[in-house]
C-alpha cells in the first residue's frame, strides 16, 4: 500500500513544474526526477486553492492517485498523469477525465520524463534551425562554407553554435583561428549519455567571432558514440537559434544521428562531371537518412555544365551559386573567417541563405 505524503505543500519559482499526488513514494521519484533535471517543483496534494499554480506551471505532473482531486479544473495543456500500474486499462479513461496530455508509467518512462522537465526548467522554445553542410567530393570548400554561415548567423544577432562533425577535418576552430581557445571540445562529451543541459553546453564551449564552436581537439579521438552526438546535438537545438554542422562525406551511425537533427542540408558541389558523381554516392547516401536535401554549386564551371545542370544532374533543388573567391577555400590572411566582413558574394550567398531558411521556418 502506497504511503500517503505528508510533506508540507512547497512553492516553485518561476517557470517550474507542478506536482499534484498524496503518494509519498511516488512524490519521491517525482522530487528524484525533478532534481536529475534541475527543476524545483510546486508540490500539492490537490489543485492549488488560488488555482494561479495550476493554471501557470508550465507542466503538471498528477500522480495517479490524486485524479479525483483535479476533476473539473481548468483545462490546460501540459499535464501528464503518471502511475506504476502497466496493466491498469483504466488509466487512458481517467487521463481523459483530466485532460492529460501524456500518461507516463514509471519506471519505465523516467528518461522521458527527466527530458520533459529539463526542458520546462530551461524554458525551451522554437529549437535551432539546424543545417547541415557537406561536401560532394573533398575539397569542395563545405568547412569554409559552414563557417561562413555560422559567422553570418552571429552577425545577425542570433544565438549560433558551429558543430564541427568531421573528426578528420583538422578541426573548425583552426579555420576560425581559435584552437588556442578556451573551452571544452568533442572528446570532452565522448561519455554523454541521457540529456546533456543546453545552457551547460553552450558555457563550455569556446567562444569566437561571437558564435560558440563545439570542434575537435588534437588528441588520437576520432569517433564519438552515437548516445553522445544525439545528447550533445539535442541540447544544442534546445537553445534555440542556429546550429550549424559541418558532416563528413562518410555515413556513421554517429553521423546518422546529427543527420536526423538536421532540419535541412547543403551539398557542396564543384561544377565539374567528376564531382557531380561523387556527390550522387554522397546525395543517395544522406537522402537515406535526410529529407531535406539541397545543393550549392560552386564555379568556376566545366564545359556544358551551370548551376541548374549540376541540380537537375543530382535531382536535388537548388539553393544557389556558392560564388569564387578565396575566402571560400581558406581564411584570409589577416585571420578574419569567411564571411566576417558582412560584404562580398560569400557573405551575401549566406545572408540570402538565412534569410530563405529562417522565412520558410517560420522566423527563429
Known amino acids: 500500500m502506497a504511503r500517503t505524503a505528508t510533506q508540507e505543500p512547497r512553492p516553485a519559482t518561476a517557470g517550474q513544474p507542478l506536482i499534484i499526488t498524496e503518494d509519498a513514494e511516488l512524490l519521491d521519484d517525482l522530487l528524484r526526477l525533478c532534481a536529475a533535471a534541475g527543476a524545483t517543483p510546486e508540490v500539492h496534494h490537490g489543485v492549488p486553492e488560488r488555482g494561479s499554480g495550476w493554471e501557470a506551471a508550465p507542466l503538471v505532473l498528477v500522480g495517479d492517485d490524486a485524479v479525483h482531486r483535479v476533476r473539473g479544473a481548468t483545462r490546460r495543456q501540459g499535464v501528464v498523469l503518471v502511475g506504476r500500474d502497466q496493466d491498469d486499462a483504466g488509466v487512458w479513461k481517467r487521463a481523459v477525465e483530466i485532460g492529460a496530455d501524456n500518461v507516463l508509467m514509471l519506471p519505465e518512462g523516467e528518461q522521458w520524463l527527466v527530458d520533459r522537465i529539463a526542458d520546462v526548467a530551461e524554458g525551451v522554445g522554437r529549437p535551432a534551425l539546424t543545417v547541415g553542410v557537406i561536401g560532394g567530393r573533398g575539397g569542395a570548400g563545405a568547412s569554409t562554407l559552414a563557417c561562413a554561415l555560422a559567422v553570418t548567423s552571429a552577425r545577425e544577432g542570433l544565438r549560433t553554435l558551429l558543430v564541427d562533425a568531421d573528426p578528420l577535418g583538422?578541426?573548425?576552430?583552426?579555420?576560425?583561428?581559435?584552437?588556442?581557445?578556451?573551452?571544452?571540445?568533442?572528446?570532452?562529451?565522448?561519455?554523454?549519455?541521457?540529456?546533456?543541459?543546453?545552457?551547460?553546453?553552450?558555457?563550455?564551449?569556446?567562444?569566437?567571432?561571437?558564435?560558440?564552436?563545439?570542434?575537435?581537439?588534437?588528441?588520437?579521438?576520432?569517433?564519438?558514440?552515437?548516445?553522445?552526438?544525439?545528447?550533445?546535438?539535442a541540447a544544442a537545438r534546445r537553445r534555440g537559434g542556429t546550429v550549424v554542422v559541418d558532416l563528413p562525406r562518410r555515413l556513421d551511425d554517429g553521423v546518422a544521428e546529427a543527420l536526423a537533427q538536421t532540419d535541412l542540408a547543403l551539398l557542396v558541389v564543384p561544377a565539374e562531371l567528376r564531382a557531380v558523381a561523387a556527390a550522387g554516392r554522397v546525395a543517395a547516401a544522406v537522402g537515406m537518412v535526410l529529407r531535406d536535401l539541397r545543393v550549392a554549386v560552386r564555379g568556376p564551371y566545366a564545359p556544358g555544365l551551370d548551376d541548374r545542370e549540376v541540380a537537375r544532374l543530382l535531382g536535388l533543388p537548388l539553393a544557389g551559386e556558392v560564388p569564387v573567391e578565396p575566402g571560400l577555400l581558406r581564411p584570409d590572411g589577416g585571420g578574419r573567417p569567411p564571411g566576417a566582413a558582412g560584404r562580398g558574394p560569400l557573405a551575401r550567398f549566406c545572408t540570402r541563405f538565412w534569410e530563405q531558411a529562417l522565412a520558410e521556418a517560420g522566423g527563429v
Do not use: K, M, N, T
Open 170 to 233: 583538422g578541426g573548425l576552430d583552426v579555420l576560425l583561428g581559435g584552437e588556442g581557445a578556451d573551452g571544452l571540445r568533442w572528446p570532452a562529451f565522448a561519455a554523454s549519455r541521457g540529456r546533456v543541459g543546453g545552457g551547460a553546453l553552450e558555457e563550455s564551449l569556446p567562444r569566437l567571432h561571437s558564435l560558440r564552436v563545439l570542434s575537435w581537439d588534437r588528441g588520437d579521438c576520432v569517433a564519438i558514440p552515437s548516445q553522445a552526438v544525439r545528447a550533445v546535438l
